[in-house]
């Protein structure tokens, strides 16, 4: 089923959601020496839309770059997207089982 009607059935949704999370500074910074990896850092943002369905979380970011390769633009927010998703895990305690990036440009859902 398309991930437009997806949401709209949805009767949990958040919108732009903004979040704060503790993590480990050697997850965004694999290069720093053993003793400092294990520091805290706070990682803070904000996420287009999310919903939750039955059998857990979709996350979806909507983009207006003016590319139009989806395999460029899964490359490019791919990071982005899985620092949103551990954020959205820790917040609402429910597990992401789907994200997507909605391209303006190209207009359509792409599953990452």
Do not use: H, M, W
Not at 37 to 45: D, L
Not at 49 to 68: H, M, N, P, Q, R
Not at 76 to 86: M, P, R, S
């Amino acid at each position: 089923e398309d991930v437009g009607k997806r949401l709209l059935k949805s009767n949990d949704v958040y919108k732009e959601y903004e979040f704060s999370v503790l993590k480990n500074a050697g997850e965004f910074y694999p290069e720093l020496p053993e003793d400092l990896k294990n520091e805290k850092i706070v990682v803070q943002g904000k996420f287009d839309c999310a919903f939750i369905e039955s059998d857990g979380a979709v996350l979806i970011d909507y983009k207006t770059d003016k590319i139009t390769d989806e395999e460029t633009l899964v490359s490019i927010y791919e990071g982005q997207l899985d620092v949103y998703k551990a954020a959205l895990e820790e917040c609402i305690e429910i597990p992401v089982k789907e994200i997507y990036i909605y391209s303006f440009k190209i207009g359509k859902f792409i599953k990452i």
